[in-house]
């Protein structure tokens, strides 16, 4: 996220992200994209990556989407989960794998959060003010503390900061 | 500031803060305090200080307080001033003394953001999401990077983040 808490872009784009893309930094996705075995995603977010337009990014792992707009069933590797989202996340949760990663978007952030399924939080902050536009943490969203874990520093100024569920 | 960014609740209350608070921990206050001369803050603000019922917090320090609302004119060791704000800031700024400190609140930093009158901001941020409440960052603030400075833990989880104005 941006230092006053964007993900995106009003519009939902990450043009604002392009400068801090090369070469020698991946800010930690490597690492989380090995730790996991699972994606899992809101609608509006499923619906972004399709409009990027390339190949689906995650075609190693379990993908689930949550939505109510697009229909039930399974395509590819992609599932799509319109029922019991919460109680369906639960039961992934209670399975033997890899780590699962949330990949967004606010509003299943927001409702994962309420109940408390949110393991970790992995949240990188790059030293950019973006102004306006959506937000990581959206208003009304459940209050608790959480334990800082590590902290990871980057050239271009970024930071990883690793949060635990207490 | 809360991970979501908030620095006090809806009704600008900072119980969020209590637990936080110890003997031995100051999240870089002493240092932040030595190296200024000068408090500046808007009007809310004030009148949040004011109402915590305690003496004036930085009776060793200028300080200037831009609002409309209050009277213009001189008191004790504080300095209201209603017309002409950023001009006066600019040569508050250009004068010989050690730092300004922008205590709050949120419209005069977006003001002082909108001017690039900020050349650094210390930000502290708390392992707790608060929800809601009144944000370090309004909305609509102006958009551009920074440059990342130092870095320091603490024991608590929280961390003190430095930017620098390019």
Same mark, same amino acid.
């Given at each position: 996220m941006t230092? /006053?808490?964007? +993900?995106? @872009?009003? /519009?939902?784009?990450?043009?604002? !992200?392009?400068? =801090?893309?090369?070469?020698?930094? /991946? =800010?930690?996705?490597? &690492? #989380? =994209?090995?730790? +996991?075995?699972?994606? #899992?995603?809101?609608g509006n977010t499923y619906r972004a990556i399709l409009g990027f337009g390339c190949e689906w990014p995650?075609?190693?792992?379990?993908?689930?989407? +949550?939505?109510?707009?697009?229909? $039930?069933?399974?395509?590819d590797c992609i599932s799509i989960i319109s029922d019991n989202a919460i109680s369906f996340i639960k039961q992934l949760k209670a399975g033997t794998g890899k780590d699962i990663w949330l990949v967004g978007g606010g509003q299943l952030t927001a409702q994962l959060l309420e109940e408390r399924l949110i393991d970790e939080m992995q949240i990188c902050v790059f030293p950019i003010l973006l102004g306006?536009?959506?937000r #990581? %943490?959206?208003?009304? @969203?459940? &209050?608790?503390?959480?334990?800082?874990?590590? $902290?990871?520093? %980057?050239? @271009?100024?970024? +930071? !990883? #900061?690793? =949060?635990?569920?207490p």
């Open positions: 230092l /006053d808490g964007y +993900i995106a @872009s009003r /519009d939902g784009g990450v043009e604002w !992200l392009d400068k =801090y893309r090369n070469n020698t930094e /991946d =800010y930690g996705y490597t &690492a #989380l =994209y090995e730790s +996991i075995d699972t994606v #899992l995603m809101g995650y075609p190693d792992k379990t993908s689930y989407v +949550i939505s109510h707009r697009e229909q $039930q069933g399974t395509n306006t536009g959506i #990581l %943490f959206s208003e009304n @969203s459940s &209050a608790y503390e959480w334990i800082a874990d590590k $902290q990871q520093s %980057f050239l @271009s100024g970024a +930071i !990883l #900061l690793t =949060y635990r569920k």
